[in-house]
Nanobody, 125 residues
């Protein structure tokens, strides 16, 4: 089967860090952009970050810029989201998605081919 699986979520205190992973099985990520999205209770899903298929270009939401870093290791068929200086407002279910595009233009509104099941991130003292 073709799927994306997120991992690495958990409970952390404000100011802490987590690294999320998005691993693909059944297909190769080399030719896909990967977007990270999150959804908090009562809110719409929002784009967090995106990385181009080559890894040469990245996009970040203003709310996470300077704190989050997206990267990919195509040899491992995995994309990562390093989250530093976490804030309570970062609490959400985080999803990764793969789209057959070259770049991340309009990544927050484009349709995607595959979605992961999500991983919970909770930032609380």
């Amino acid at each position: 089967q073709l799927q994306l699986v997120e991992s690495g979520g958990g409970l952390v205190q404000p100011g802490g860090s987590l690294r999320l992973s998005c691993a693909a099985s059944g297909f190769t990520l080399d030719y896909y952009i990967i977007g990270w999205f999150r959804q908090a209770p009562g809110k719409e899903r929002e784009g967090v970050s995106c990385i181009s298929s080559s890894g040469g270009s990245t996009n970040y939401a203003d709310s996470v810029k300077g704190r989050f870093t997206i990267s990919r290791d195509n040899a491992k068929n995995t994309v990562y989201l390093q989250m530093n200086n976490l804030k309570p407002e970062d609490t959400a279910v985080y999803y990764c998605a793969a789209g057959k595009y070259f770049g991340c233009t309009h990544y927050n509104s484009r349709p995607y081919d595959y979605w992961g099941q999500g991983t919970q991130v909770t930032v609380s003292s």
